[in-house]
């Protein structure tokens, strides 16, 4: 267990506080709630007297500030350098990951993962397959395609039995 916990950039570890940080911010501060709130409905966050503009900046800005982080640990961590293509899909898994969790910081960092489990066993896989390889190389978007799925198949009845409840 010590390869796996050891080893790894600073920014592994202090993404693992971020998610605590993120979910700290989101459910328990007024600034959380109003990014939630006008998340929902802008309408409602503006008829209260939520700045829903100011809102979404700085939202848009922590994102872009996380995201410009993941970037440069890809690119000064892992290659040492920026080359063209480099993030080979990451992107869409970080998408899926985060449209798997709702958007909830603990449960879509879980998703992310399990993407991340994903990716290295195609990788592991790919190593002793010899001349099938390529077709490893897509085990991790049958993942996110079948989790992807079942997700929207519990989303959908969670809203029909919701609007049973209602009746």
């Given amino acids: 267990i010590g390869q ?25 501060t007024k600034f959380g709630i109003y990014v939630r709130v006008v998340g929902e409905n802008e309408d409602a966050a503006y ?4 700045n829903v503009n100011k ?6 800005l922590i994102g872009a500030f996380c995201s410009a982080l993941a970037g440069i640990n890809l690119a000064l ?29 603990g449960l879509s960092s879980l998703y992310a993962i399990l993407f991340g ?4 066993l195609a990788v592991n896989l790919n190593i002793s397959a010899g001349p099938v390889s ?22 959908n009845k969670n809203n029909r039995m919701r609007g049973f409840k209602n009746e």
């Avoid at 796996?4 to 328990?28: A, D, E, N, Q, R």
């Avoid at 809102?55 to 848009?60: P, S, V």
């Avoid at 077709?135 to 996110?144: A, D, E, G």
């Fill in 4 to 28: 796996i916990v050891s080893g790894h950039p600073l920014v592994t570890y202090v993404s693992f506080i971020g998610i605590f940080i993120m979910w700290t911010i989101m459910h328990k």
């Fill in 47 to 50: 008829s209260v007297g939520i």
């Fill in 55 to 60: 809102i979404k900046y700085i939202a848009i």
């Fill in 77 to 105: 961590e892992k290659m040492a350098l920026f080359t063209n293509g480099m993030t080979a899909g990451i992107g869409f898994i970080a998408l899926a990951a985060i449209f798997c969790g709702n958007g909830r910081p």
């Fill in 117 to 120: 489990l994903a990716q290295s």
């Fill in 134 to 155: 390529g077709l490893f190389k897509t085990l991790p978007y049958f993942v996110i395609v079948i989790i992807l799925s079942v997700a929207s198949i519990i989303q």
